[in-house]
């Protein structure tokens, strides 16, 4: 059951990539982040009343309580940067740099939940990492996004490495309590410090420059985020962390596909490979568990 929910969390991440896209062409990538998380922490609080879980808030573990805030922390930075590269960058470049995180995750959870390591993981991880480094090769010098310097992709690695000490914080936290209760904690907490970066850096007034239309976008990537932690948490719950997050970044699929109907970005056959890479290797993972 735990890879159904992983499935469903790269279904709805991979939305929420295009969703987030659309919704920052003008809003401030700060101020977006800071929005749609009142959106996933509405989602978030609405799932635990509703399955009601809200009882088992008193007993919490303080461990449990500072591993989910941590993890929530890390996810607020991880989102901030991710937010930040995805306005500045392609999606199709930003992704698989952001996914990246998969790769890290994986050997910071065979190390730490000790999940066991053979020579066919081994090679699953390589394979993975070659499809992310042809995905993440510079273009011809006369691309556009090329033009756009790259500043993304240091804002994209920032994500990655916040995104993977996510997934470990919230292995550990989500362990000693309801998967969506800790979900709402962790949400929570990322909401106080995106709000904090808004005021901090002077951007409040930004918020009244929002324009209808993408408001509406940055609202439906929040509720496409809130259903993307919902599965990925539950799924991190019940499964191993070394095959749910990179079943999970399975989402780039989802997020090319649209990339390419919605904003017209297409892979060139080096890109392809990897993508092809990319998803054999994960698949691989599955299996070889």
């Not at 394979?127 to 240091?154: C, H, R």
């Not at 919230?170 to 929570?188: F, M, P, Q, W, Y």
């Not at 539950?234 to 390419?260: M, N, R």
Request: proline share 1%.
């Amino acid at each position: 059951m735990w890879l159904f929910y992983a499935v469903g969390s790269a279904v709805f991440a991979g939305v929420t990539s295009i969703l987030a896209k659309c919704g920052i062409k003008k809003t401030d990538s700060t101020v977006a982040t800071a929005v749609r998380t009142i959106v996933v922490l509405i989602f978030a609080w609405g799932m635990v009343f509703l399955v009601g879980s809200q009882d088992q808030i008193s007993g919490i573990s303080s461990k449990t309580l500072i591993f989910l805030i941590l993890s929530g922390l890390a996810t607020g930075a991880s989102w901030l940067c991710y937010f930040k590269a995805l306005q500045i960058g392609d999606v199709n470049k930003v992704v698989p740099v952001d996914k990246s995180s998969t790769v890290l995750t994986i050997i910071l959870a065979l190390i730490f939940f000790h999940e066991g390591i053979h020579a066919g993981k081994v090679v699953a991880i390589l394979v993975i990492t070659a499809g992310i480094y042809l995905m993440i090769q510079k273009k011809d010098t006369g691309d556009a996004v090329e033009k756009k310097g790259s500043g993304w992709f240091w804002y994209a690695c920032g994500s990655a490495v916040f995104a993977s000490l996510t997934s470990i914080l919230g292995k550990i936290g989500i362990n000693g309590v309801e998967s969506n209760l800790g979900t709402a904690i962790r949400t929570t907490v990322v909401l106080v410090m995106a709000w904090v970066m808004v005021f901090v850096t002077g951007k409040g007034k930004e918020i009244k420059k929002i324009s209808g239309k993408e408001g509406m976008f940055i609202c439906c990537s929040g509720l496409a985020t809130g259903a993307s932690w919902l599965c990925y948490y539950h799924a991190l719950q019940q499964g191993p962390a070394s095959v749910v997050a990179p079943v999970d970044k399975l989402s780039v699929l989802v997020t090319v596909a649209f990339s390419y109907f919605v904003f017209g970005e297409k892979l060139n056959k080096k890109e392809a490979l990897g993508l092809f890479l990319l998803t054999a290797g994960t698949v691989a993972m599955v299996f070889l568990h």
